[in-house]
């Protein structure tokens, strides 16, 4: 029971304190729980209907995490995180703010293209499945691709969540040239691949879809982490067997979370 994505409301779209998030995940027997919070510095540039948004109060994220942290240290063990969401245009702000932070772990996500955050309608606009999705895509490359440092590659897919299409699904063999560049680059740099439980709006256990994560693993790819992508009580540690037994069930023995920036690994196989 290891969760490296959560938030509580440090950031904007969560309404629940980090301590009731934490003590619901003890609770359920969580051993691990990283509160990865929202750093936007995407929805300041482009079109972002977003630009005024609250961002992260990071000195108070820290500052209330560790204090969460040395609370409940006996009970569960509390990881300090955040998650940037992705543009070119940002990459500077994240390597100023980054530098020299005292982080676990360092979630990379793309939310938003071309400067509207694809959960929105109006991202869809004019757009078909393929060039919708294809762009989206891109963006992730670009993304995997940052020139700030992070440990973990988020939620591939989240585009498909609020797709207007009947055929929501992302698979590979519709857009196999970008997705396995997108794949070898994260083998290449050694980061993680999140196996993100938040399924809602989507035809799949937990994104990447199926075909994608086996994907990964053909092209020689054994680094996952997993994350429920919690932002209330009712979703800690979601489907975290469900992930496991995947895992298991397709010859890998590892899942990884992260102290310090270092990547720890978990026997899957012990765990019961």
Avoid: W
Wanted: net charge negative.
């Amino acid at each position: 029971m290891f969760d490296c994505h959560t938030h509580c409301n440090h950031s904007v779209d969560s309404p629940t304190s980090i301590d009731t998030m934490i003590e619901v995940a003890i609770e359920k027997g969580v051993r691990y729980m990283a509160f990865t919070d929202h750093l936007d510095f995407d929805y300041l540039y482009g079109e972002s209907i977003d630009k005024d948004i609250k961002l992260l109060d990071m000195p108070f994220h820290l500052a209330d995490t560790m204090r969460a942290k040395a609370k409940y240290a006996d009970k569960i063990e509390i990881a300090c995180g955040v998650e940037c969401g992705f543009s070119k245009a940002a990459e500077n702000d994240y390597l100023k703010m980054l530098s020299g932070c005292d982080l676990d772990l360092i979630l990379n996500s793309v939310h938003s293209v071309n400067g509207i955050d694809c959960y929105h309608e109006v991202y869809f606009d004019g757009k078909s499945k393929r060039e919708a999705y294809e762009q989206y895509l891109l963006a992730v490359l670009d993304s995997v691709k940052a020139k700030y440092d992070f440990d973990v590659i988020t939620h591939i897919g989240y585009v498909c969540r609020k797709a207007p299409f009947d055929d929501r699904d992302m698979n590979y063999c519709e857009f196999a040239d970008i997705i396995d560049s997108i794949l070898k680059e994260i083998i290449s740099r050694g980061v993680s691949l999140e196996l993100n439980s938040h399924n809602r709006g989507t035809n799949t256990p937990f994104l990447p879809y199926l075909s994608i994560v086996q994907r990964y693993i053909e092209l020689g790819g054994s680094e996952f982490t997993f994350g429920s992508d919690a932002h209330r009580i009712s979703r800690v540690n979601d489907k975290f067997d469900v992930v496991k037994d995947f895992l298991i069930d397709n010859g890998q023995k590892y899942i990884n979370i992260y102290r310090k920036r270092q990547k720890i690994k978990i026997d899957l196989t012990k765990l019961s």
